[in-house]
């Protein structure tokens, strides 16, 4: 994502390694899919969550 020049907050490793323990969730990534989807593995239903955020690329707009 950082390469797309869309880095994710609070991410410790891009653009800079910054070290904090394991159990350190003070300040979790900031990361939002507009959409997600799968099947569900106990159930085999399939899945679909659709994010209320506005993204600020654009909506349908692919990043990949």
């Given amino acids: 994502m950082n390469s797309l020049g869309l880095p994710i907050v609070g991410d410790d490793f891009y653009p800079r390694i910054t070290e904090r ?3 350190d969730f ?3 990534l900031e990361l939002v899919a507009r959409r997600l989807e799968f099947t ?3 159930t085999g239903e399939q ?3 659709i994010s209320r955020v506005l993204l600020g690329i654009g909506i349908g707009e692919n990043v990949s």
């Fill in 40 to 42: 569900d593995p106990i």
């Fill in 21 to 23: 323990p394991y159990d």
């Fill in 47 to 49: 899945r679909v969550f």
């Fill in 26 to 28: 003070t300040q979790p």
